[in-house]
């Protein structure tokens, strides 16, 4: 069984340029979870998506960031106008969310972002 | 709200040493505690978790027991190897609050032979 994929692994992009990384999920996992990590920090998490909904996005930027996560297709996680302060590695993670216990979260190898 | 702190590192070991890594945590309810591995260049890998008071989690030969009493997540090893050498993660979710992790800024180990 596929694990968590992201792609890119690495994205480089100039100011004001856009960034999209993408996430596809466990096979099965309906239940969709972005974390940024900056140099030298634990993960912060950004936003927490079901198929067609935010379920949460308290951790989301209000600005230049988005997510998304439709009915067919990997999640998107789009970053408009990157400033350098951008350049992190931002991971994926899935899990199938069974009844209102912590589930596990599986992750992916996660997209380092360099903005220029 | 929700919080997670850890020993900072980085850790240096030798080979067979023992190891531990303190984790304590804040939580409103009653959370699942999880610690996951980060080797370089990845991302993060479960590494054992425990979901109630007294529980012990394991894996590979590493143990974390879940202390309410003293809200703490302690993981240890009795002999580590250099192939342990990592950056750990301490994590709780409560699934009441959107399943949403919080994790601990992570402690790098380094096992020297």
């Known amino acids: 069984n596929a694990g968590v994929m992201q792609n890119p692994r690495h994205l480089v992009r100039r100011r004001g340029q856009e960034a999209r990384l993408r996430c596809s999920p466990v096979?099965?996992?309906?239940?969709v979870y972005w974390y940024r990590q900056l140099p030298e920090e634990g993960l912060k998490f950004m936003v927490y998506l079901q198929k067609e909904n935010i379920i949460d996005e308290s951790g989301m930027p209000k600005e230049r960031f988005s997510a998304e996560f439709p009915k067919e297709g990997p999640s998107i996680l789009r970053i408009q106008q990157v400033v350098r302060g951008d350049s992190a590695a931002y991971f994926c993670?899935?899990?199938?969310?069974?009844?209102?216990?912590?589930?596990?979260?599986?992750f992916g190898p996660g997209t380092r972002l360099t903005v220029l | 709200g929700d919080s997670v702190t850890q020993m900072e590192g980085p850790v240096t070991l030798s080979e067979e040493a023992f190891l531990t890594i303190n984790c304590t945590y804040t939580?409103?309810?009653?959370?699942?505690l999880f610690w996951y591995v980060q080797y370089p260049g990845e991302g993060l890998q479960l590494l054992l978790k425990a979901t109630k008071a007294d529980d012990k989690g394991s894996n590979k030969g590493f143990e974390a027991t879940y202390r309410k009493e003293t809200t703490s997540f302690h993981l240890e090893k009795g002999s580590v190897q250099v192939s342990d050498s990592a950056v750990y993660f301490c994590a709780l979710s409560e699934g009441v609050t959107g399943n949403q992790f919080y994790f601990g800024t992570g402690t790098s180990l380094t096992v020297i032979p």
């Open positions: 939580a409103t309810g009653y959370p699942s």
């Open positions: 096979k099965g996992h309906s239940h």
């Open positions: 993670a899935s899990s199938p969310r069974r009844g209102k216990q912590p589930d596990t979260q599986y």
